[in-house]
């Protein structure tokens, strides 16, 4: 990965600067708003560019004054191996100011041609549904229909992130099931929920019952310790998995209502191929607001 890391670095430095005799316009805000989206891949990303199928808006942060400060690329969205569930490769390319460059600004005082430089590169992978997700046996013809429903998605970067495809399907179905569990018997998801923190929790279970996959923002699993389980089970127990579930519930401008949510499963076996629905045990949750920049 560091390998990785530094050769988009080094293929965005060469792909910014022009050809001899070839004059192009500076990275700005503006040129990413009216460009192609080839010719911006191919310009940030080089010849990693065939690999990215969907370029994102440039941003430029809620409370900047138009500077161009990141683009996202998305390679084509395929299946991660897990039913019903794709995967997409996200790269997120920072940008600053390239003080080296003479620059007029706007009569407005906005810096949307400001000539900008890449300061920074991120990746991930991030995960999205496009088929049923219960438990099933995996076939060759299976899976090429999930990579056909997975290729009509767009937009990578708008998927929720997860480490590994694992850990993603499971965060997937646990919600699945504890939406359904609310609607059908709210006293006895009440009863297995240890903590509630933050706005709003006398109405948690009707905020339970409305959860969906598309909600889901960020997925992050640990030891069951760090999340705030007393466990009476042995620690060490395979079947036991604890992971924590970021869902962005609404947003109005860059002002967004979150619901934290750390989850103790019961995956039911000790084989990693032996693929059955979790079963949630108990659970904590933390309703806030974050404000973006």
């Not at 965005?12 to 316009?25: E, V």
């Not at 991660?80 to 790269?91: F, N, Q, R, T």
């Amino acid at each position: 990965m560091r390998g990785l890391f530094g050769g988009v670095v080094i293929a965005a430095a060469l792909a910014a600067c022009p050809a001899a005799g070839q004059a192009l316009p500076p990275l700005s805000y503006n040129w990413a708003v009216q460009a192609p989206d080839s010719e911006i891949a191919d310009r940030v990303l080089g010849p990693l560019a065939q690999l990215y199928r969907d370029v994102s808006e440039p941003g430029s942060g809620s409370f900047s004054s138009g500077a161009l400060e990141s683009l996202q690329f998305a390679t084509a969205p395929r299946s991660a191996g897990m039913p019903g569930l794709c995967e997409s490769e996200v790269m997120w390319v920072g940008f600053r100011a390239d003080l080296a460059k003479p620059f007029a600004e706007a009569s407005d005082g906005g810096l949307e041609d400001q000539p900008s430089i890449i300061r920074g590169v991120r990746m991930d992978t991030r995960f999205a549904v496009a088929a049923q997700t219960t438990p099933t046996s995996s076939t060759e013809a299976y899976e090429a229909s999930l990579d056909a429903a997975c290729a009509r998605l767009t937009d990578g970067w708008e998927f929720f992130r997860a480490t590994d495809g694992d850990t993603a399907w499971l965060a997937v179905r646990a919600t699945i099931i504890l939406a359904s569990q609310a609607r059908s018997d709210p006293v006895a998801v009440e009863e297995r929920m240890r903590w509630c923190g933050g706005e709003k929790c006398e109405s948690l279970p009707g905020t339970l019952a409305g959860l969906s996959e598309n909600k889901l923002r960020n997925v992050s699993a640990g030891s069951c310790e760090a999340f705030g389980f007393d466990l009476t089970r042995p620690t060490r127990d395979p079947r036991f998995r604890c992971m924590k579930l970021i869902y962005v519930l609404g947003a109005v401008a860059n002002e967004f209502d979150v619901l934290e949510i750390a989850i103790r499963l019961d995956t039911g076996s000790e084989r990693s191929d032996s693929l059955t629905d979790p079963v949630v045990t108990e659970f904590g949750a933390l309703r806030s607001r974050l404000i973006e920049d």
